[in-house]
């Protein structure tokens, strides 16, 4: 048979394609040189406790992508183990888990390698991936016995009923279900993004559980008050009612309060402020009134009750008056001098003299023992002080007089204190009436110190004195 040259030339054309085709077959698709020698591949061994459905041949996924396929499957004495056949130049963490899926509902198995992190090193020829890290699919044959198992147990007009319920319950919720899903699937994404938070949240909720079991009685509690309350809410609905409708036009009274108190509001808090320091420096001295207002009341109370069921005609408090007039003495030292005092008769308003103005005696003197010199400093326990300056300073109290006999002017400074004078440019008044003095006299003798600290005796004042003692000899003059 005799060929012309185009049909040699098309036949070495096609000879040249058809071993480029083979080629192509036998490298890219049958993978005869990994397969046979083992060229572009490594080998890593899988454990399983048993093939399920696992066969020579099929695909290994890293991350959802191809990267090798399955060997061989043999047996061995404590189950299955598979001899994967990996691409060269892709890195597999060591510490993946080998897991084997179906692709469908009729076999088709292979091989998912689920990384856990990237810190490990990468898988190399030799490597076995241990039993605890691989799982299989359930057994398909089981499961559906099970399955049977179940269905049968439930009564056919009840699984009827359950079905026709479900249907009613979720029958056009497509959508709503579809959410659900995708929510539930990347709240699922987000919690495996978040292990490490959300498994130190689990380790560390055991106090919080403890303390939750420790209160139950608490919990209880408080759960059969809210009911209690909840009743009562039930039982006065009208009334709630009532303040929920009312709630508006009371919220625009109030801000029409505020709108109007606006201006002086200010000045009463920073006022309050003051009074609020104050409190908190004298809260002592306020819970102790607290404390005894009670009892005063009560004790006022009693003298009232004392005269009931009684034969007098008077029903009311009882009073005892035994007046003890000028006992002990007034205190005038640390007073304005006796020249510089006003007539009680005077109407006007003068200036207040300069200085603090109290009886300066010492604090144990029996001298008007209730005094400003004997105020307990509240910020200070145990100073007593007769101002606030004093009591929140170093500087200790120094009486102008040292005791009960009075040297001299009453006013006389001691201690070197100045005495308390009338603000200058300001004329002391002249006394309506002459001024009167009053000393205190013994009855025995008839003796008695003047203002002037001397010691004079009234003769005839004596209870031993002779001769008529009327109230109008008291008033005349001593015969001359």
């Known amino acids: 048979m005799r060929l012309n040259r185009q049909v040699k030339v098309q036949l070495a054309l096609f000879t040249v394609i058809g071993l480029i085709a083979v080629m192509v077959m036998t490298v890219h698709y049958m993978r005869l040189p990994s397969m046979l020698f083992g060229i572009g591949t490594y080998r890593v061994i899988v454990e399983l406790p048993q093939a399920s459905g696992l066969y020579s041949g099929g695909n290994v996924t890293y991350r959802g992508t191809e990267i090798g396929r399955v060997d061989a499957v043999r047996l061995t004495p404590t189950g299955v183990e598979a001899v994967l056949a990996l691409k060269s130049g892709i890195d597999v963490p060591s510490d993946s888990r080998a897991e084997v899926h179906s692709q469908s509902a009729i076999g088709e198995q292979y091989v998912a390698l689920q990384p856990r992190n990237g810190d490990a090193r990468p898988l190399s020829d030799g490597d076995v991936v241990a039993r605890a890290n691989t799982s299989v699919p359930p057994d398909v044959n089981t499961l559906l016995t099970e399955l049977n198992v179940g269905l049968q147990a439930i009564p056919q007009d009840n699984l009827k009923t359950v079905i026709d319920e479900s249907y009613t319950a979720v029958g056009g919720l497509g959508p709503e279900l579809s959410r659900i899903v995708t929510g539930t699937s990347d709240l699922a994404i987000k919690a495996r993004a978040n292990l490490d938070p959300i498994i130190a949240l689990i380790d560390k909720s055991q106090p919080v559980l403890d303390s939750q079991t420790n209160s139950s009685d608490a919990i209880a509690a408080w759960a059969k008050n809210l009911s209690t309350v909840t009743e009562e809410l039930k039982t006065h609905d009208r009334a709630v009612a009532g303040v929920i409708d009312n709630t508006g036009a009371t919220a625009d009274q109030a801000r029409q309060l505020v709108d109007r108190i606006r201006p ?139 005791g009960m006999s009075w040297k001299g002017d009453p006013n006389a400074t001691l201690s070197g204190q100045p005495i308390p004078q009338l603000p200058p440019g300001v004329a002391a008044p002249p006394p309506a009436t002459p001024p009167v003095a009053i000393a205190q006299y013994d009855p025995a003798t008839g003796e008695y110190v003047g203002p002037d600290g001397k010691r004079y005796q009234q003769s005839d004042l004596a209870q031993t004195a002779n001769g008529d003692r009327t109230w109008q000899t008291m008033l005349l003059p001593p015969p001359g």
């Open 264 to 402: 002086t509001l200010p000045v009463l808090l920073a006022n309050l402020t003051s009074v609020g320091r104050v409190a908190v420096s004298y809260r002592a001295n306020l819970e102790q009134m607290l404390v005894l207002f009670p009892q005063l009341v009560a004790i006022n109370q009693a003298g009232v009750v004392t005269s009931f069921d009684t034969k007098e005609d008077y029903k009311g408090q009882r009073f005892g008056f035994n007046l003890n007039l000028n006992l002990p003495p007034a205190c005038p030292t640390g007073f304005l001098p006796a020249q510089q005092r006003r007539s009680a008769s005077d109407v006007d308003a003068p200036s207040r003299p300069e200085g603090d103005l109290y009886c300066r005696v010492p604090q144990d003197s029996p001298f008007n023992v209730r005094g400003a010199r004997n105020i307990p400093c509240a910020t200070v326990p145990g100073k007593r002080a007769p101002t606030a300056a004093m009591c929140e300073s170093d500087e200790q109290y120094v009486p102008l007089n040292d």
